[in-house]
């Protein structure tokens, strides 16, 4: 006999509360923000705490070169220009993505041109990523979403083998590994968000708004510098390039720097990272392993190389319809939310429930720079006539639209939470037919 679901009337299975207990240092925020204030740091390029969370977030990632910037995407757009993403190229992107990661390589004149997704992983997968590749493909950017890893290995081979740079958009990665090693330090440049507040809703590391650039080509690191960081100090000292040795201070113009008071919040919450990322794993990985043995669900793979962290926007939980009678999501959702959990969904990406190819711009055209010229529109630069996307075009993430539940991730949930949650999965799933 199955006990009465709380959506009929019963006793919720989660009773102890959904809050993460974990608190933020806000005296040691403060503290912070009040001493960088009273001594007048309003404005501190690459100079005071700018440099030292530079250096820190650099060490803890181990790799060569890293700047900040003030926003992901504007790390991100920095990225492009360094891959020498321009007019008439492409660049591939998984259309489970986001526009504010890869704007940087619209604005530059290239197109955009979507990859589907792994049913498993719910990532970029490579072999679609093959297919779409063309003479005129510039750049791959994966993204490690909800701080999955992506399949590194796969996508530097096929950037090696074409010549293509390969961005990491890590903005919910932080602390994240393949293969042993953190990313930032993998594939060709990797780009982080500070965004938001902290746990929950932020990026793993949050300030307000804030972003950094990572690489290990000194390459890439100059272009990346060259774009968005007039009047960086000592700019002109770090350009070793002789092709860039004619820039002054000002570079070429753009000014994507972090404010102090922000780089001085992610250092404070930089500090907690590796304590929240250990927590987060050991309990996603204590409920994931629960829900394995649960008919209906599945926790969304990560590939064996990977270690996932940071888990931006929580855990992704595969759901099967038909192991519990064709339970349409929406009532499975329904009868978990009565039950006191906090499962969002069914959905995809939370926040942005559409397809990035479904985006007004990618199935009509857009004339981005007026009289009928940009990468959205008819021939240009190279590029044939932008023909639009269409529903259909990318099957593996249309299916999965209904089918994928998130839930938030848990630094110190309460006592007896995550049992609870699971409790909850075992009675609706048992419960189904009551449901039908
Ligand atoms: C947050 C985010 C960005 C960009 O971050 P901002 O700091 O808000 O500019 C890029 N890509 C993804 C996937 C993100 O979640």
């Known amino acids: 006999m199955s006990e009465k679901l709380a959506v009929h009337g019963g006793e919720p299975a989660i009773t102890v509360g959904t809050r993460d ?25 690459a100079r005071g705490v700018v440099k030292e969370f530079e250096d820190e977030f650099r060490e803890m990632i181990g790799a060569e070169y890293c700047f900040a910037t003030d926003h992901g995407h504007t790390a991100l757009a920095c990225a492009f220009y360094a891959a020498e993403v321009g007019p008439g190229d492409e660049f591939i992107t998984p259309t489970v993505g986001y526009l504010g990661g890869y704007v940087g390589g619209l604005h530059m004149g290239a197109r955009p041109v979507f990859a589907d997704i792994d049913p498993k992983t719910l990532l970029i997968d490579p072999k679609d990523v093959e297919r779409k590749i063309t003479q005129r493909t510039r750049a791959i950017n994966v993204i490690h979403m909800h701080g999955n890893v992506c399949d590194m290995d796969a996508f530097m081979d096929l950037g090696r083998r074409h010549d293509i740079v390969v961005i990491e958009d890590a903005c919910h990665a932080h602390g994240a590994q393949w293969d042993g090693k953190k990313i930032g330090n993998v594939g060709d440049v990797a780009c982080f968000s500070f965004q938001g507040g ?36 000592g700019i002109t000292d770090e350009l070793t390039l002789p092709e860039y040795r004619m820039l002054d201070v000002e570079v070429l113009g753009w000014k994507f720097r972090p404010h102090p008071f922000a780089a001085g919040l992610a250092k404070v919450s930089l500090k907690s990272l590796d304590y929240r990322n250990e927590k987060m794993r050991e309990n996603w990985a204590r409920m994931a392993e629960a829900l394995r043995e649960i008919r209906g669900v599945e926790p969304a793979h990560h590939y064996e190389k990977a270690t996932p962290a940071g888990f931006h926007n929580g855990h992704q939980i595969l759901y099967h319809p038909d192991e519990l009678g064709g339970l349409p999501g929406e009532k499975f959702g329904e009868a978990m939310r009565a039950e006191g959990a906090p499962l969002k969904g069914p959905q995809l990406r939370p926040r942005h429930p559409q397809l990035e190819h479904m985006r007004a711009i990618f199935t009509q055209g857009f004339d981005l720079w007026g009289h009928g010229r940009g990468p959205l529109g008819g021939e240009f630069m190279g590029l044939p006539p932008f023909e639009g996307y269409k529903e259909g075009d990318f099957p593996v993430a249309e299916s999965l639209l209904e089918k994928v539940f998130i839930t ?11 049992d609870q949650y699971v409790e909850a999965f075992r009675r609706v799933t048992a419960g189904y037919e009551l449901l039908l």
């Open 408 to 418: 938030r991730s848990y630094v110190e949930p309460a006592d007896g939470f995550i």
């Open 198 to 233: 902290p746990n929950p809703g932020g990026k793993p590391v949050a300030c307000g708004e804030g972003g950094m650039v990572l690489t290990n080509s000194r390459k890439l690191y100059e272009r990346a510098l060259i774009f968005g960081q007039l009047h960086r100090r």
């Open 21 to 45: 207990q974990w608190r933020r240092p806000i005296e040691e925020e403060r503290a912070m923000v009040i001493g960088l204030l009273e001594g007048g740091k309003y404005s501190d390029p």
